[in-house]
């Protein structure tokens, strides 16, 4: 299980990263619940080790919730929207992806070998450039991300064996969540 401790331990990291800038810059972040132009809209593929802390996570909550973001789940296609997307807001807001935490945000990245930034074209309209330390390192968090995937794909001893890459939905459908499943799917350290 250590991997999934890493991965807690890397959202823990964003998270306090995440409010660092969202302090620092609060009238610079126009980011709401329910945004029109919403990140949600969609259907996006995940690594396993998210795939299989969002499933675990939705164990957690109350049966009739499970229930509901299940069958939004089973319904979901890739031209659909996230289907945790649920009247303008994300049904396991409080485990929501790496991804998902970080959007909107400035994010500092290579591309073809060039540094570049970005971030939601709604925030830091009244600032000419983003300073460094108010972005986001996203090849750092990648690199990380991947070696924490890359140790879960060597730790699990379930059937059937983890995939690369999951819809949400079908991670959603997987069902580490159910005591009966979770012994069937194992990760040894």
Known sequence: MHSLIEYELLMAD?????????DRFENQINCVRGCKGNCCRIHLSISA????RLSVA???YPRHRRTKIRASAARAST?????????????????RLLLCRTHGLPMRHHYRGNPSVGCCQKNFRRQPSIP???CIDLDRLNARLADIN????????????LRQRYLIGEALLLG??????C???RVHS
Not at 14 to 22: F, K
Not at 49 to 52: D, G, L, P
Not at 79 to 95: F, I
Not at 150 to 161: A, K, Q, V
């Open 49 to 52: 080790v998210e795939a299989f």
């Open 132 to 134: 460094d330390d108010a």
């Open 183 to 185: 012994d069937r799917h």
């Open 79 to 95: 031209a659909d929207p996230c289907p945790l997307l649920d009247r303008g807001a994300c049904s396991m807001y409080a485990d």
């Open 176 to 181: 580490f969540d159910s005591p009966g499943r």
């Open 150 to 161: 890359r140790r879960i794909l060597s730790e699990y001893r379930g059937s059937p064996p």
């Open 14 to 22: 964003i998270d306090q990263r995440c409010r660092e800038i969202l």
């Open 58 to 60: 939705l164990g957690a």
